[in-house]
């Protein structure tokens, strides 16, 4: 899809070239009718009664349209997915003719409660939030898509997996696999209770999560994690996770075949502009048909 070189080739001449790249690829992205989206905003009450700041992005269409939510990194809510540092802006998807919801997660913005940092309140927050999408006339009813950025795919397993077939797929944009990985992205700053704390963490740890939802699941990953630099296990540790889940509909990295988990990853040219260029490929080919692939689980073993 987007130019992408060994690494030892790389400096900063080759990057500024690829970007200049990915910007032509991203504008390619775009050609097709023009839409105008417009934004609902609302609130929504998690089941412990907080209220949920909530913005629902969506175009005039004809017939039910596919849908999304965008679930945030560690720290942010919908501000930061209308940044321009945004890798997933609702505008834009919605443009494509996605409905979008984005929402304040309990504790940040907007929204009422403290932050849970991804945890039974913060999954919750996702849940009420596909099921408002779902009662909408104009969303198809075969299930919505959970983009999660970063540490957002915390929320996003957990709801998951409460959600069942209501949820399609989850896009896992670099986030965190577990405990050790989360430790290394917040430092000092880590939002646990403390790194042993095996109760805590058993609520919110992505490769622990995965292995009970009943989804599609794709992971991108850059050779150059937006958090992280160079450090890669985390998307390696949640392929390997994801494999090990019998119930999953199927899973990529990348742009490798479904279901292969690949010794040696093809990853993601580096850089926001190639990030955001491969969240709209991937989530206009994943809403393109309201039927997800469902290869055979044999495949992953």
Known sequence: MLLDLNEHLRGPRVDAALNALDRAALRLLRVRPRRSASVERLRLRSMAGYPIAVEIYRTEAVGPQPAVVICPDHGEGMAA????????????????????????????????????????????????????????????????????????????????????????????????????????????????????????????????????????????????????????????RMIAAAAQSDGLRWLQLNDHPFNERPPRPRWMPRGRVAARAAVLHKIRALTASPTAPLPSTEARR
């Open 81 to 236: 997915s209308r940044s321009a540092q945004s890798v997933a802006d609702p505008r834009e998807l919605a443009r494509a003719g996605v409905t979008v919801a984005v929402f304040d997660p309990a504790g940040r913005g907007d929204s009422w409660g403290e932050d849970d940092h991804g945890g039974p309140e913060h999954q919750d927050n996702v849940v009420q939030v596909v099921l408002h999408l779902l009662s909408l006339p104009e969303v198809r009813p075969c299930g919505v898509g959970l983009v999660a950025i970063g540490a957002g795919n915390q929320a996003a397993l957990g709801a998951a997996t409460a959600l069942g077939d209501r949820v399609a797929w989850v896009l896992d944009y670099e986030g965190p696999a577990d405990r050790e990985t989360n430790a290394a992205l917040y430092g000092e700053d880590h939002p646990s209770r403390g790194a042993d704390d095996t109760t805590w963490w058993a609520e919110r740890s992505p490769s622990t999560l995965i292995r009970a939802a009943r989804c599609g699941y794709l992971r991108l990953q850059a050779e150059e994690d937006h958090r992280l630099g160079d450090e890669l296990r985390h998307a390696q």
